[in-house]
T-cell receptor, first 115, second 112 residues
Framework: EDKVVQSPLSLVVHEGDTVTLNCSYE??????LLWYKQEKKAPTFLFML????IEKKSGRLSSILDKKELFSILNITATQTGDSAVYLC???????????????FGKGTHLIIQP | DGGITQSPKYLFRKEGQNVTLSCEQN?????MYWYRQDPGQGLRLIYY???????QKGDIAEGYSVSREKKESFPLTVTSAQKNPTAFYLC???????????FGPGTRLTVT
């Protein structure tokens, strides 16, 4: 059975700290891995990773994929209270037609940034 | 103003009734998806559609049905056969299969 496991499930840090969120996966026919931020309702897209070892970066957020060890990390530096959210990791599989089906999500990491 | 809309925001139904959740997008995306989210859980895939007039079951399709008669619309019906329908339902779309997905604001369904 395909699975995506995120750790930790919750994390509380102080403003200014650096955090690392983890995502490991066991998925048949892996295609790509995506990170989302969910604050109240709709998840918002952060990164899509398809190639191993290539870091994606956006401001204080960065992410990297290791396809050999089957995991990804999401780093947030100089955290701010606005970074408080649930961070979701998700994986696309290659479907029987060679395309992609829907995303398989992990349970998320609930990140709380204290002032 | 492009985006994905879901209606209604909150929905209350009695057990045994079917209910249809609306999802519309004006992003000209080919692919659309329905997910369910329960407290403390990630999203789980119900159905997805990569093209008009075609759709596939996801991981938890039992008790649900969909249609894709128009590119911009992908309604989800929660039938009385769904044993635990109370949940937060999210619709998403992507330009094509395997692309990043954009989510609507969600519908919170409560069945009593």
């Amino acid at each position: 059975e395909d699975k995506v496991v995120q750790s930790p499930l919750s994390l509380v840090v102080h403003e200014g700290d650096t955090v690392t969120l983890n995502c490991s996966y066991e998925v048949t026919n892996f295609r790509s891995l995506l990170w989302y931020k969910q604050e109240k309702k709709a998840p918002t897209f952060l990164f899509m990773l398809t190639s191993s070892g290539i870091e994606k970066k956006s401001g204080r957020l960065s992410s990297i994929l290791d396809k050999k060890e089957l995991f990804s990390i999401l780093n947030i530096t100089a955290t701010q209270t606005g970074d408080s959210a649930v961070y979701l990791c998700a994986v696309y599989r290659v479907d029987s037609g060679g395309g992609a089906d829907g995303l398989t999500f992990g349970k998320g990491t609930h990140l709380i940034i204290q002032p | 103003d492009g985006g994905i809309t879901q209606s209604p925001k909150y929905l209350f139904r009695k057990e045994g009734q079917n209910v249809t959740l609306s999802c519309e997008q004006n992003l000209n995306h080919d692919a659309m998806y329905w997910y369910r989210q329960d407290p403390g859980q990630g999203l789980r895939l119900i159905y997805y559609s990569q093209i008009v007039n075609d759709f596939q079951k996801g991981d938890i399709a039992e008790g649900y049905s969909v249609s894709r008669e128009k590119k911009e619309s992908f309604p989800l019906t929660v039938t009385s056969a769904q044993k635990n329908p109370t949940a937060f339902y999210l619709c998403a779309s992507s330009p094509g299969q395997g692309d990043e997905q954009y989510f609507g604001p969600g519908t919170r369904l409560t069945v009593t």
